[in-house]
């Protein structure tokens, strides 16, 4: 018997765990949602509680599609592969849509449109021409790290595992400035009180859910809940609450 345990194995991992269907979610009546929950105000924790943009708004489309959202919190570079087993079956958590990705997961039509912000302490720099010869930070894994790369040379960048480690780079001077998301950098300036400022905007994005490649049922549903939530005044409900507008996509 023990002799066919590593054929097994080998069976099962190249295949990979399947990705649940939408029929299979229907019946669990829960979605598992993915996400890096240290995103304010995407998705973050207020002590115990995960809130968010991101959270209410897959909360509302779990409800919209007749089930419950159940969120797992996962480093943001862990997050595309853990789609590949069954860890969660959606990932909500500002993800541009690139085609370097679409190789690997299916992105659903963006749920907001935004991109990356420069943001440094008070008399750094500002502006694309500024970051020159600059140090940049910026969390690993993310678009942000290739767009820096483009201003400054892939040797000035710093990337950090998590957000929180980036911002404490650039406030204790280990960095001359950060790229992050716009609301995140304007939430961080916020907080910092009058220790960051926030500068131009360096690049664009479309940010999209992410389901497994191929998962069509899956991403189907997802789509027709998003257009839903949005025809039906919950997207802006849900958007003002947390940014005073709504930041989909025109
Ligand atoms: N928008 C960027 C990207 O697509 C960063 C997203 C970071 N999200 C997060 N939850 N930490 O890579």
């Known amino acids: 018997m023990t002799r066919f345990l590593p054929l097994l194995l080998a069976a099962a991992l190249a295949s990979g765990a399947q990705a649940r269907t939408l029929a299979e979610i229907k019946k669990a009546g829960v979605i598992k949602i993915g996400t890096n929950a240290e995103f304010k105000p995407f ?18 489309i779990a409800t919209q599609m007749g089930v419950r959202a159940q969120w797992v919190n996962q480093p943001f570079d862990n997050l595309l592969i853990g789609l590949k087993g069954d860890r969660y ?6 993800h541009g849509i690139t085609p370097e990705r679409q190789k690997a997961v299916d ?26 010869g600059k140090t940049v930070a910026t969390q690993v894994g993310t678009t942000y790290v290739a767009q820096i790369a ?61 389901v497994a490649k191929g998962n069509a049922s899956l991403l189907k549903a997802v789509n ?23 930041i989909r996509c025109r």
């Open 224 to 246: 027709g809940a998003l257009k839903t939530v949005q025809g039906n005044g919950t997207y802006a409900k849900i958007s003002k609450s947390y940014f005073g507008q709504d």
């Open 107 to 132: 992105f659903t039509a963006p749920h907001y449109c935004s991109g990356g912000m420069i943001l440094a302490r008070p008399g750094g720099p500002k502006t694309a021409a500024q970051l020159a």
């Open 150 to 210: 483009r201003v400054v040379g892939a040797k000035n960048v710093r990337t950090y595992p998590n957000n929180a480690d980036a911002l404490q780079a650039l406030r204790a001077s280990r960095v001359d400035a950060m790229v992050n998301e716009r609301f995140y950098s304007l939430e961080a300036v916020k907080a910092s009180g009058g220790k960051l400022q926030q500068g131009q905007m360096l690049f664009q994005e479309k940010l999209g859910m992410a």
């Open 43 to 60: 998705t973050y924790f207020e002590g115990m509680t995960m809130r968010g943009f991101e959270y209410d708004l897959g909360n509302a």
């Open 89 to 94: 079956d959606l990932v909500i958590s500002s």
